[in-house]
Structures are given as C-alpha cells and as structure tokens.
C-alpha cells in the first residue's frame, strides 16, 4: 500500500487517491479530502493486521463485500473472469473479455441514463484481472446503475432481451452468427456460474427460440475473390517494388515475402524468431511456425496450432540475406522497429499499398498475400491435403474458403472421369493366319 497521492489542479474532482496492490494486481479509489481517502486507508490497514480475506477481483476485504446476491452483474463478471482466467489461453481470454464487454452495460436498470462514451473501454481494460480498477464516470455509472444477481430473472432477461442485444454491434447492425453465438455462450456461461454455486436460485436466461435451437449452426465461409489477387509474376513485381529509401522498406519487403512464399498471417510474421528457420545455400528450406501475435506484441500459440512450412528458393535467400546483414541469432524476432517495437499493420499495409499501384495492380490487404500463395499453390496442382497443412486449415475450410480456384477443374475432371469410365485401352487385333488344309507347305508370305 502507498501513501496518498494528490494531483493537482482544479479539474480534478477527486484529487486524493488512495492506492495499493493485491496478488499483483492495482487498485485505485478516489475521494474529495484527504480525510476521507485517510479514513479508507487505515480501515485497509485495520483489515490486513486482522488477517482478514481480501476479493480479488475488488481488492477490499471480504467482510466489505454485499451479500451474494446484491453483488451487481459487473462485479460478478469481474470475479468469473478471475476464476476462469488461469485456464484460458491469451485469444481465449481476449474473446471472453470482449463478451462480459456486450453483456454488462445490457444489464442495467430500465431507467438508466445513457452509458458514457467511455463505457466500452473501461470495461475493456478493467474487467480483466491484471487490468487496472479506475474510479472514473464509466465506473460509477455502473456502481449506480448495474443491476444485482438477485435481481435477475427469465421474465426481465426476456423484456430486456439479452439474446437479440448480444446479436447486434454497438451501431445497431447484425453480428455474424459465429460471433454472436460466441457473445451468447461466454454470457450465459458467467450467469450459469452464479447458478451454480447457489447466488441465483434458477437460471435466469430466456431459452433459445425454438426455430432457431432446432436450426444447424452452421458457420459460413466467404469465400476469397480470387480473380483480385496478384500471380507469381505480379508479386514479383509489387515485391521489388517495396524497396524504397525508407530504412523500412526492406524490412517490410521481406515480411511481405514470407506472407505470400510461406502463405503465413501477418500475426505470425511479426512473431518470427530465427530459431524457426532451417535455410540450407541451396534448394528449399523449411519454416517452422510456433508463435503469434494474440493481442498487442504479446506471443501466443498460433490461430490453428504450430505447423510447418517449406518455403522454396527465392525466400530462402531473401530470409538469408536479411539474417547476415542484421546479425540476428537465437531467440531474435526477426522484424522490429530500431526502438525494438512490433512494426505496426498501418505502415505495412501503406507500404504495400504504395508499391501495388506503382505496379499497377489493385490495392489489398496485407493478408491477401497469405490467399494469394493459397492460389497460387492450387493452381500449380499442388494436392489440396498439402495446401490445407502449410496453411494450417482443414481440407474443408480450404475449399471453401478458395471455391473460386477449383472452379477452372471442371473440364479437367470431366477428361479424366471419362478415362476411367472407358477402362485401358486396348491395343489392335492381330489378324488370325488363314487356315492350311493338311499336308500343304506354307507360303513365303505365311512364313512372314
């Protein structure tokens, strides 16, 4: 715990602040005096020499904590992140937080004034166990207007209608049916957990529709424009293109190539290390793919698992070269700022988008390099059980994913379906010798 800290200045309203750390963690709570910030500090004090409990999700002592259920929906989901967050891996984490983000400001009193501006990212940053507890207007906004467990029930879900809000963004638009099936399960996970240990005595979540419980989910794919994307000759191009006078451009030229030669997401590009390399002086080379970015240069397993991939010739020797002229080794990432930062996605896809027009060519994203060596590789004929594992997909998601290279087959398929319903071919007849009646010698031409 700290002393007291006084900002100053007269738009503070709060000046005084009291702060202390639990488990790691910070917490902050401001007050008008220094009176009131004293008094709160040394009831801290009195609670950590009687050895009392301490909440980690609100750092206060647990005799300060309400009733179980008179905790408010924000609070609980805080304390449900905490015990869920070991288990998780970083993406899952990210998406859990993204969907208590939707649920909480849903569950608020009917006459609630509007949310502030600034609701989404306080939940955002505070929801998650190490992120930081402000005492901010989003904060008390919820302290004032988030319902209590206790008064969640299946008629008032219903008349709020939770499901259908978790369907649409913040500017009243469709979700895709993956996401907010997602948004739905995370919420309706962090409700049923209150169930569970007795806070609520029944679930409180409306049932599904019956239309909709009796429909297939079915995910689906959009399928990549295959007519926009680059050949190998134009990426040729777009690639010595980037290469500028810019001390970057070299470095993003090689990124790119990697995207498009060894077809991988730009989250794991900027996670590569140069212990994942094997280039041999001649002939391919492998890349093994263990890392990603999963959220703001923090390293995480890969989207699909680690995998990995053969990169022919030409990256192989772009990889070489950039290693030997920057001296990386070991656990290097190979592609940093000069200040030791992630690149960032802006400055990648405007040097991108620079050299694309200088060739010509339509502007894509960054990731479209990594559909255009998909088409690339099926357009040579490569089999699509290959494809599906340097990409780190299933056969079915790749195909359907690139319906739109498969689509030139057909007469291929047609040619080769014929073949097989014909059977071998067989060679020509020998025509049979004519028949000799007995004891008659045989002609010069017989004999032939």
Same mark, same amino acid.
């Given at each position: 715990?700290?002393?007291?800290q ?6 503070h ?14 917490f ?53 992140l ?11 984490r ?19 004034? !509007?949310? !502030? ?10 929801l ?38 978790l ?9 895709a049916?993956s ?91 900027v ?74 996605r ?6 991108l ?15 479209d ?13 490569? !089999? ?5 594992k ?43 010798? !004519? ?14």
């Amino acid at each position: 715990m700290w002393s007291i800290q006084h900002r100053s200045g007269d738009r503070h309203k709060k000046p005084h602040i009291v702060r202390w750390k639990l488990n790691g963690r910070f917490f902050a709570r401001s007050y008008r005096t220094k009176g009131e910030a004293e008094r709160f500090r040394t009831a801290l004090l009195v609670a950590v020499q009687h050895g009392e409990p301490f909440d980690a999700a609100t750092g206060e002592p647990m005799s300060w904590q309400p009733a179980p259920d008179e905790i408010q929906v924000h609070q609980w989901a805080r304390r449900w992140l905490a015990e869920q967050w070991p288990e998780w891996a970083p993406r899952t984490r990210v998406s859990a937080v993204e969907a208590i983000a939707r649920l909480v400001p849903l569950l608020v009193a009917p006459m609630a004034p !509007p949310p !502030p501006a600034t609701l989404r990212a306080h939940l955002a940053s505070s929801l998650a166990p190490d992120g930081p507890r402000v005492d901010d207007a989003a904060g008390r906004w919820l302290e004032q207007w988030s319902l209590q467990l206790g008064q969640l029930t299946r008629p008032m879900l219903a008349g709020i209608d939770v499901d259908g809000g978790l369907g649409v963004s913040v500017v009243g638009k469709p979700l895709a049916p993956s996401t907010s099936a997602r948004y739905r399960k995370v919420s309706k996970a962090c409700i049923q957990r209150a169930v569970d240990v007795g806070i609520i005595p029944a679930d409180p979540w409306p049932p599904a529709p019956r239309g909709r419980s009796k429909r297939k989910a079915t995910r689906v794919k959009k399928a990549v424009a295959v007519r926009n994307l680059p050949d190998p000759p134009a990426m040729a191009r777009i690639l010595d293109a980037i290469v500028s006078h810019q001390p970057g451009s070299r470095k993003y030229r090689v990124m790119t190539a990697v995207a498009y030669y060894a077809g991988l997401r730009p989250s794991e590009v900027v996670m590569l290390r140069a212990h994942a390399l094997e280039l041999p002086k001649r002939g391919w080379g492998r890349l093994h793919v263990t890392e990603a970015d999963v959220s703001f240069d923090e390293p995480g397993e890969p989207k699909t698992g680690p995998r990995t991939v053969p990169i022919p010739p030409e990256l192989v020797g772009l990889l070489r070269a950039w290693i030997d002229d920057s001296g990386f080794s070991g656990d290097d990432l190979l592609f940093r700022t000069r200040t030791g930062a992630p690149p960032t996605r802006s400055n990648w896809a405007r040097t991108l988008h620079r050299a694309q027009r200088e060739c010509g060519c339509p502007e894509l994203r960054v990731y479209d390099c990594r559909h255009a060596a998909a088409t690339t590789w099926l357009r040579a004929g490569v !089999p699509l059980g290959e494809v599906a594992k340097r990409m780190g997909h299933s056969v079915e998601t790749l195909v359907s994913t690139y319906a739109g290279v498969l689509e030139g087959d057909e007469a291929l398929g047609n040619k080769r379906i014929s073949a097989a319903l014909a059977g071998p071919k067989k060679g020509p007849k020998r025509r049979a010798a !004519p028949r000799r009646e007995s004891g008659q010698a045989a002609t010069a031409g017989d004999a032939a």
